[in-house]
């Protein structure tokens, strides 16, 4: 099978049954990717897909073959760390770590949902064209990631001070 | 996890004839299959990808929409015309597990999700639904959010989809493709109850594909709404949730359509308390005697009577809040 895996074209034997989770952890040793419950209730498996955030626990990794997939891994440049990293590390974003990159994997999906109008559940009205991003709004939007340390409050922190300026994964594929 | 083959289709015709093949079981996003899969709970030996057929959403004359089943959730509540039109139905599928889940789930494998309970997933429990005859150990145990209408001795199970309820509360239909022809059936009668078959979760032959859903125009674009009550605010099944949507005559109901989810083994419909409030005016107390009377046959286990309290209030605070929004948020 063929996977296009932060920005790299990347070849596997595997087994039909691998989840893309084990697939880029076990198969490519990118074990940024964290598995906690594996069945789809924690969000620690955060991974983006053409720019998507998806569980890549509940995902078979046959179904992602060919399609443009970002993990943690590829969002640092050149060494340097995301911007969304450095908020965490600022605002205290994180205690053990765990969590964490999913939570910047998904901030970053939440992010692209935001600039193409996804509406949430807490948001007033539906059908309006704009929504506004409040506190309300992020936590409703992040409650796919579950912080077993409860670090929400310097995760909110951080994605705020960060949103709006969040690179595109897009731009960030290229090799 | 029981060994398979996979297949992506293309074509229709080409999933309809590999859906025949003993063992085949249809793949959308993968979101409840795979995770029954690896609890052995489903076994396939072949998985026909179907995430590449049905995947957009029209619309006809009259402003209905047909909605492919390979469309993602994500997609459907964020479409414009369903916002606009449906909003009840955008809200019901934001209000469902996480944004990772809903980019991946698709309409059908939404619609097919398995009802069931937390002791279906477990193999050292007695599950009529996962091994026909063995018994139910929700009954008798920890059943908070089991169902209150509609359940039998065998199961209580609940239809865990919320994005079916506004389905059953918009007269949606669904489009089924398969090797005897296609048919057309009304949500509502898709899903069914446990009776002493619970194993059967809805009316779907073998081989039979959904290949979409229609949503007929109607008049509650400004007076509708999805109310769910769980544990915790976010990320959670329901307890009890609400789908309403009014259309009003001066102060009477012209039109009314309810649906509960979290209590039943289907999505369900709530005809009684409809057919007590057509042509009534709308105040609360015709909203509570509604909500009696559909609540009126409910039964509680030893954990969840308090749904039924729940669901009243429920229904009448959406009936409330509907019929006084002035020009109404939608
Ligand atoms: C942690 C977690 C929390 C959740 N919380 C909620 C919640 O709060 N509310 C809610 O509504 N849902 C919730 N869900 C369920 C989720 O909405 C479903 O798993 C999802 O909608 C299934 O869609 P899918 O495309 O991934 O289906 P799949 O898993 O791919 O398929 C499900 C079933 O449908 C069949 N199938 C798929 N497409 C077709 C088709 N076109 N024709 C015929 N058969 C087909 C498959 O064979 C399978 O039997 C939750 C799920 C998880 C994992
Ligand atoms: S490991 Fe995927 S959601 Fe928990
Ligand atoms: S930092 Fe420990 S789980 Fe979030």
Redesign the interface.
């Known amino acids: 099978m063929q996977f296009v895996i932060n920005g790299r074209s990347l070849d596997a034997d595997v087994d039909l049954r691998t989840s893309l989770l084990d697939l880029l952890r076990d198969h490519f040793g990118l074990s940024g990717t964290k598995k906690g419950c594996n069945q789809g209730a924690c969000g620690a498996c955060t991974v983006l897909v053409d720019g998507n955030r998806i569980n890549s626990c509940l995902a078979l990794a046959v179904q992602y073959q060919g399609r443009k997939i970002t993990t943690v891994e590829g969002l640092t440049s050149n060494g340097a760390l995301h911007p969304l990293q450095e908020a965490f590390v600022a605002h205290d974003g994180f205690q053990c770590g765990y969590c964490t990159p999913g939570q910047i994997c998904s901030a970053i999906g939440m992010a692209n949902e935001l600039r193409t109008g996804v509406p949430s559940y807490v948001t007033a009205d539906v059908a309006a064209e704009a929504i506004t991003v409040d506190f309300d709004e992020i936590r409703e939007r992040m409650s796919g990631n579950i912080c077993r340390c409860g670090a929400y409050n310097g995760i909110i922190e951080a994605i705020s001070e960060t949103l709006g300026t969040i690179p595109l994964p897009e731009a960030k594929d290229a090799p | ?1 029981t ?4 297949e ?1 289709v293309s074509e229709r015709g080409d999933a309809l004839s590999l859906g025949t093949h003993p063992g085949a079981a249809y ?1 959308g ?3 409840n299959l ?2 029954l899969m ?1 609890e052995a709970i489903a076994r396939p030996t072949l ?1 026909v ?1 179907v ?1 590449g057929l049905s995947c957009k959403i029209e619309e006809d004359e009259k402003g209905g929409l047909r909605i492919g089943a390979g469309v993602k959730n ?1 997609a459907v ?2 479409d414009r015309r369903v ?2 039109r449906f ?1 009840l139905l ?2 019901a599928i ?2 469902g ?5 809903r ?2 789930a698709t309409v059908g494998g939404n619609v097919l999700q398995r009802t069931r309970c937390a002791y279906f997933y477990d193999d050292e429990a007695h599950c009529n639904k996962r091994s026909p005859g063995s018994g139910c150990d929700a009954i008798g145990g920890f059943n908070r959010n089991h169902a209150i209408l509609g359940a039998s001795p065998a199961c209580a199970a609940t239809h865990p989809s919320d994005m079916c309820v506004a389905l059953a509360a918009l007269d949606a239909t669904v489009s089924i493709d398969g090797p005897r022809g296609s048919r057309d059936l009304p949500l509502t009668d898709f899903h069914r109850l446990p009776g002493d078959a619970p194993e059967i979760d809805t009316e779907l032959r073998s081989g039979e594909l959904i290949t979409s859903i229609v949503l007929p125009s109607n008049g509650f ?1 400004k007076r509708s709404s999805y109310r ?1 009550v769980r544990d915790r605010s ?2 959670a099944f329901a307890l009890v949730s609400v789908a309403a949507a009014l259309e009003l005559d001066g102060g009477r109901i012209k039109n009314v359509r309810l649906a509960l989810g979290g209590v039943a083994h289907k999505p369900w419909r709530a005809h009684v308390a409809e057919a007590a409030l057509a042509g009534r005016p709308a105040t609360e107390a015709f909203f509570a005697e509604a909500a009696e009377a559909e609540l009126r046959d409910a039964k509680g286990l030893r954990d969840n009577t308090f749904k039924i309290k729940l669901a009243k209030r429920v229904i009448v605070d959406s009936l409330v809040k509907l019929s006084n929004a002035k020009d109404a ?2």
Request: glycine share 6%; hydrophobic share 40%.
């Open positions: 996890m060994p398979f083959l996979y992506k793949l996003g993968g979101t795979v995770d690896r998985l990808d995430t994500t509540a964020t916002r606009a909003p955008a809200q934001l209000a597990a996480s944004a990772q889940i980019n991946m674009s769910k976010s990320y948020p939608r």
